[in-house]
């Protein structure tokens, strides 16, 4: 079992900065790969990027690739996501998930665990 509780999201102009924290609880948190996922009002729930139990491996939407960087700090049983350059598209709900497991999975259904969500807005 995993507990997430995502931190983190707020108000930022358009080529700004944020960072969003994801706070896991659970025994099963060092072996799981851990993703970011987001949704639009409207929109399907789209995957970020995902970071392996490891770190060995990460994965990055064609979207966000050279601004957006997912990191994990074992000893505080954390994930981060750091979005720089920032768009007003890229506002959302920004949603984390865990799936146990050693390998990234980049479909949503692979993640049997999700945090309640983080609001991040871009104003233009």
């Known amino acids: 079992q995993v507990q997430l509780v995502e931190s983190g999201g707020g108000l930022v102009q358009a080529g700004g900065s944020l960072r969003v924290s994801c706070l896991a609880s659970?025994?099963?948190?060092?072996?799981?790969?851990i993703a970011w996922f987001r949704q639009a009002p409207g929109k399907e729930r789209d995957l970020v990027a995902a970071i392996s139990w490891s770190c060995s491996t990460t994965y990055y939407a064609d979207s966000v690739k050279g601004r957006f960087t997912i990191s994990r700090d074992h000893a505080k049983n954390t994930v981060y996501l750091q979005m720089n350059s920032l768009k007003p598209e890229d506002a959302a709900v920004y949603y984390c998930?865990?799936?146990?497991?050693?390998?990234?999975?980049?479909?949503?259904?692979?993640?049997?665990?999700w945090g309640q969500g983080t609001q991040v807005t871009v104003s233009s």
């Open positions: 659970g025994r099963t948190f060092g072996s799981s790969a």
């Open positions: 998930a865990a799936r146990p497991g050693r390998t990234i999975r980049t479909i949503r259904s692979e993640y049997n665990y």
